[in-house]
């Protein structure tokens, strides 16, 4: 476990779930953690995780959906703030509902892309100048395995990692000769309040928690990860 003492990290999704787990861990590590969701609430509460591991963090609340147009200032406020961006990892997803995609309502397609893909690439745009003057950029974008699997129900859900996927693997082919690197992670089943919505019957502690998922995201952040070196990012 590489230190990543003096990096600034930026999480996304950050007030619960595999986001907060994750920007506990990178604080562990030594990481300055900025912590971004729609919740102020939920936040502070990562927050006071993130300070009992002996970390620090500054909290950005964003509606990465309804103030899309703000998330283009984070990277001139990130380099005002700190002269710097080290990791970008965009752990925020949406599911809203499994439903026939003749069924999906505009409000329910609009939050799922906007969350999953919208952001991504406007986190991208507001961040690749930083990242790229890293000494070591990390990004990390949580996908699903259900992108490359189309089952009935999940169109909306598949559409945005899909998407997300195609959006991810271009921007890594494009920095693949820099010191950069775009990874893509796929968690296993996780107790997440969106897996919960997916699959309701299913008890949250048979499954893989946010806190044993988030390590392995921290090691693709880390400073002795090398870089990619090709078009297509890892999906761990």
């Known amino acids: 476990m590489s230190s990543l003492s003096g990096r600034v ?44 591991v002996g970390g620090a963090a500054t909290l950005l609340p964003l509606d990465l959906v ?16 700190f002269g710097r961006l080290d990791i970008l990892v965009h752990a925020a997803g949406a599911i809203n509902r499994l439903t026939p995609v003749a069924h999906i309502e505009p409000g329910d397609w609009n939050q799922v892309l906007g969350v999953t893909l919208s952001a991504a690439w406007r986190l991208i745009r507001s961040c690749d100048p930083l990242l790229r003057a890293s000494d070591a950029g990390r990004a990390v ?3 699903d395995a259900r992108a490359q699997t189309p089952a009935a129900y999940w169109g909306m859900y598949g559409a945005a990692k899909a998407g997300l996927d195609h959006l991810v693997m271009s921007w890594a082919a494009e920095t693949a ?58 999906i761990a």
């Open 177 to 234: 000769s820099t010191r950069l690197q775009v990874n893509l992670f796929a968690p296993p089943p996780t107790a997440t309040k969106l897996h919960a919505v997916a699959f309701p019957g299913i008890a949250p502690e048979s499954l893989a928690q946010p806190a044993d998922v988030a390590p392995a995201i921290a090691d693709l952040c880390g400073l002795g990860q090398a870089c990619s070196g090709s078009a297509m990012p890892t």
């Open 66 to 81: 309804k103030q899309q147009d703000q998330i283009d200032a984070i990277g001139p406020t990130l380099y005002e703030r």
């Open 141 to 143: 974008f949580l996908t």
């Open 9 to 52: 990290a930026l999480v996304t999704g950050a007030s619960r779930g595999i986001g907060a787990a994750v920007a506990v861990e990178l604080a562990r590590r030594g990481a300055h953690v900025v912590l971004t969701a729609r919740t102020q609430g939920g936040l502070e509460e990562t927050d006071d995780a993130v300070r009992a």
